[in-house]
């Protein structure tokens, strides 16, 4: 079956240093990645995808994520946190196999909260 | 261009009750998707809908939740003889196709609280 995990519940992170949200998935055939990111009372925003091709994939508001089929991850990467950062953060996975079926659609993660710390 | 729109943005209401909740799609957007999201927990896919194609609905938690959408635009999504364990966020996506690669568009979600 398919599956996301984000292993860390929160990542707390001093502005203006580097910031990773740790993302695996499982799939069975090939996967499409999402980030998407959550303010307080807010909908989800979309951060980056990866589909296929280059395994770095950079995103709105200086983000990028990197694809490791090997390791089977897809964390999510800044070079220096900002306070406005601090959100929840939800990777999701889509399986090729099984795209178009019942069991196509999108699976998130439980979602890491990352606070940034003036 | 306008997001995607749901309504209302809170909603409270007694155990036992029926609630409606809408969506409006980013315009030209042929698929709609909704989730719930409950308190600690992750995204649950509840139904989507592509076209005028019959809906999955493979997500919904039981026979007390249904959705419709109209005119392959706006979306309502009824819960019948609501329970307390209804109260979630419940959130609305919209994409263009419903294709692997295709990018879900969020709303801002309704905040449902069964009293």
């Known amino acids: 079956a398919q599956s996301v995990a984000q292993p860390e519940d929160q990542v707390n992170v001093a502005e203006g240093n580097p910031l990773t949200v740790k993302c695996t998935y499982s799939?069975?055939?090939?996967?499409?990645l999402f980030w998407y990111v959550q303010y307080p009372n807010r909908g989800l925003q979309f951060l980056l995808k990866?589909?296929?091709?280059?395994?770095l994939v950079k995103g709105s508001y200086g983000f990028e994520a990197e694809f490791n089929k090997s390791q089977t991850s897809f964390h999510l990467k800044k070079p220096s946190a900002l306070v406005s950062d601090s959100a929840l953060y939800f990777c999701?996975?889509?399986?090729?196999?099984?795209?178009?079926?019942?069991?196509?659609?999108?699976?998130f993660g439980k979602g890491t909260k990352l606070s940034v710390k003036p | 261009g306008a997001g995607v729109s749901q309504s209302p943005s809170n909603k409270v209401t007694e155990k036992g009750k029926d609630v409606e909740l809408r969506c409006d799609p980013i315009?030209?957007?042929?698929?709609l998707y909704w989730y719930r999201q409950s308190l600690g927990q992750g995204l649950e896919f509840l139904i989507y809908?592509?076209?005028?194609?019959?809906?999955?609905k493979s997500g919904l938690p039981s026979d007390r939740f249904s959705a419709e959408r109209t005119g392959g635009s706006v979306s309502t999504l009824t819960i019948q003889r609501t329970q307390q364990e209804d109260s979630a966020v419940y959130l609305c996506?919209?994409?263009?196709?419903?294709?692997?690669?295709?990018?879900?568009?969020f709303g801002p979600g309704t905040r449902l609280l069964v009293l």
């Open positions: 996506a919209s994409s263009l196709f419903q294709g692997a690669g295709e990018t879900q568009y």
């Open positions: 799939v069975s055939g090939n996967p499409y």
């Open positions: 990866y589909i296929t091709g280059d395994n």
């Open positions: 999701a996975v889509r399986d090729s196999l099984y795209y178009g079926g019942s069991q196509g659609n999108l699976i």
């Open positions: 315009s030209g957007h042929t698929a």
């Open positions: 809908f592509q076209g005028n194609s019959a809906p999955d």
